[in-house]
């Protein structure tokens, strides 16, 4: 059974910042910003099925966090209005690993703390080679049913995950999509 604290092993930390200027055109009221932290680390399950994924997830789960979610808010540099989380399995893991780390409240409180949200966070898990892209649901962090918020990131790390490795990640917004303006949720069923 894995011990109470059991080593995080990190292999490296990426850091994305992507801003957007203008859209289809239209120059935007403020730059559009989203920051992405992955960190590729070595997969603390073993390689052999194990039934109890909960245990290390919870023992291992606020540090891992800790990685991610306070540096992806302090690389964004402005207040977080969406925000989103993934995990990116090596080919010798399973998608449950990912899921395991990445669905525990210890791990996604210390990134919704640091945001200043509410809301689930919501994720986008999956098993891949060394350089596979992953795409990252982002949501409003008080009211997942505000639609200018929701959007798509995509992040790849070249080299990662390797067989054996996780890349978790984080990714904020400082604002909904680029030119929204779809109706308030539910106005197109409203009498």
Known sequence: MASAHPEIQVRKIVEYVEETRTEHGRPLDRPHRVA?????????????????????????????????????????????????????????GEVEHGSALIHNLRFGNVFRDAAKGTELLPAAEKVGAAGAPIDIPLKHKLDAKTRSHHQTVTFQVPGAPLPREIVVICAAANAGRPLARLAAFGAEVAS
């Open 36 to 92: 992405i932290v992955g960190a590729v680390i070595a997969n603390p399950y073993p390689a052999e099925y194990v039934q109890d994924l909960v245990t290390l997830a919870d023992a291992v789960g606020e540090r891992v966090g800790a990685l991610v979610g306070p540096r992806c808010v302090e690389l964004l540099g402005e207040e977080v209005e969406a925000f989103g989380k993934a995990a990116l399995v090596g080919l010798d």
